[in-house]
């Protein structure tokens, strides 16, 4: 098993930053990707940013060049630094690991840009 737990979301003003942390704990080894997802209200969950076991990063189109992912494997933590905010990234932000064929999430944490 792989706990997963997201830190770091709250209210930010269009162009603001915000650094998110999710924190894995459990059984991490062999967990070959990780990364972020988000969910706006009426909207389907979609893929923001993933990372490899060996720091290969990869970005969905609308937050290349504004969002960072990184990880730090000594602390089981993965980042997601998202600058230049619009209010169109108002989201619950998803961390997602994949081990194996098994997908665990994490609970998720706000992301509020106001205009």
């Known amino acids: 098993q792989v706990q997963l737990v997201e830190s770091g979301g709250g209210l930010v003003q269009t162009g603001g930053s915000l650094r998110l942390s999710c924190a894995a704990s459990?059984?991490?080894?062999?967990?070959?990707?990780i990364g972020w997802y988000r969910q706006a209200p009426g909207k389907q969950r979609e893929w923001v940013a993933t990372i490899t076991n060996i720091g290969s990063p990869n970005y969905a189109d609308s937050v290349k060049g504004r969002f960072t992912i990184s990880r730090d494997n000594a602390k089981n933590t993965v980042y997601l630094q998202m600058d230049s905010l619009r209010p169109e990234d108002t989201a619950v932000y998803y961390c997602?690991?994949?081990?194996?064929?098994?997908?665990?999430w994490g609970p998720g944490t706000q992301v509020t840009v106001s205009a």
């Open positions: 997602r690991a994949d081990k194996g064929w098994t997908v665990y």
């Open positions: 459990g059984s991490t080894s062999s967990v070959n990707v």
